[in-house]
Structure formats: structure tokens, C-alpha cells
């Protein structure tokens, strides 16, 4: 008998990314800081193995740790974008309408400062 996963994710990301296995939480704890605060402002979950593999491969390619962060980062804020636009597309198929977010002009709620160690005032 076949047990049925529970999953917070009910997005299509599964059929549009590729997810590796692995540790999430070794993983995060094995990132730079400033990728991990990245990470926790993302507006999906951008997957920690992922995260890790792409910055190990970004610093095998530019021989430093600072550039791989930077591409890294600019990575992340790519995909999140394309994240977006997909789910407000699979919103308006599905309700004939755009994403309530999308439609008020909102952003994504970020902490000022990217400061996501301590909670808000």
C-alpha cells in the first residue's frame, strides 16, 4: 500500500523544476549567510539541496565564493520571478482572472534590512 505524501506545496513547481534529494536542513545550515536570508525571504520555497548544489557548481565555475554567491542570488530572484509568473498564469486559466496579489499591485513582503534573525517590532 502506496502512502500519500503530505505536501505544503500545492503549486506546479514539481512539473517545472527538478528537485534533488538530499538533507534540506544540512543543506541550509551549509549555505553562506546571506544566501540563507535569501532563502527565507523567498516567496516559494526555493529548495535548500538545490540551493547548495547550484552554489558549489557557481564556485567550481568562477574559482570564488563571493562571485558564486552573487550568482547565486541573482539566480534565486530569477526563479522566484518566474515562480510568480507562472502561478499568476495558472491562476487566471483556472479563475478567468488575475492573481488577487497581482491585480493590487502588491510586493512580496520582505523585512527591511534583510534582517531575518530576530522578529518584527
Do not use: K
Not at 534540506?24 to 516559494?44: K, N, S, T, V
Not at 541573482?74 to 488575475?98: S, T
Amino acid at each position: 500500500m502506496r502512502r500519500a505524501m503530505a505536501r505544503n506545496d500545492t503549486t506546479a513547481r514539481e512539473g517545472r523544476w527538478r528537485r534533488w534529494p538530499g538533507d534540506e536542513w544540512a543543506c541550509f545550515d551549509a549555505l553562506p549567510p546571506a544566501i540563507r536570508q535569501r532563502m527565507q525571504a523567498h516567496a516559494y520555497d526555493p529548495w535548500a539541496v538545490n540551493a547548495l548544489l547550484l552554489w558549489r557548481m557557481f564556485r567550481r565555475q568562477t574559482g570564488s565564493s563571493a562571485r558564486a554567491e552573487r550568482r547565486l542570488l541573482r539566480h534565486l530572484d530569477q526563479c522566484e520571478a518566474l515562480e510568480r509568473e507562472a502561478f499568476a498564469a495558472a491562476y487566471r486559466a483556472a479563475h478567468g482572472q488575475p492573481l488577487p496579489h497581482d491585480a493590487a499591485g502588491a510586493s512580496i513582503l520582505r523585512r527591511a534590512g534583510g534582517d531575518l534573525s530576530s522578529p518584527p517590532a
